[in-house]
């Protein structure tokens, strides 16, 4: 698999937009040194046009520390009943405010509003691969 390619979401269909727009929580999974799984519930977006996910966080979260100023290799996974999707890529965090205040208008959009966090940065997972059942 390249990791520096993204796949092209809208290949996907409606379906698969539908169910990225509805209101499902998820699970980021990163590694932990060593390699086990470290897997959280999170909100996320995605967008369809650029295949890139969204995850606004604490930067002092363990996810955030796991993923670093290198980034890392991430799994993002919602589940609804017997439909699932997985989203794999490479993650990168972002502290740019206005990028911040991007992801937290489209976290509203898809959720609420978000709680005020002067320390928020945004996972940004370049979508390289997806699995599922949707």
């Known amino acids: 698999m390249d990791l520096r390619r993204t796949v092209d979401l809208a290949e996907l269909g409606?379906?698969?937009a539908v169910f990225w727009q509805e209101?499902?929580?998820c699970t980021l999974a990163t590694a932990r040194p060593g390699g086990p799984p470290h897997a959280?519930?999170?909100?996320a977006t995605l967008d369809l046009e650029t295949a890139t996910a969204r995850v606004i966080t604490s930067?002092?979260?363990h996810k955030a520390r796991l993923i670093g100023e290198d980034g890392a290799l991430v799994s993002l996974c919602q589940v609804d009943g017997r439909r699932w999707s997985t989203l794999e890529g490479r993650a990168v965090l972002r502290t740019d405010p206005e990028l911040v205040a991007d992801a937290e208008r489209r976290y509203a959009a898809r959720y609420k509003p978000p709680r005020p966090n002067p320390s928020r940065v945004v996972v940004e997972i370049q979508v390289t691969r997806v699995l599922g059942n949707v």
């Open 59 to 61: 930067g002092t979260s």
């Open 14 to 16: 409606e379906a698969f």
């Open 40 to 43: 959280v519930p999170v909100g």
């Open 23 to 25: 209101r499902h929580l």
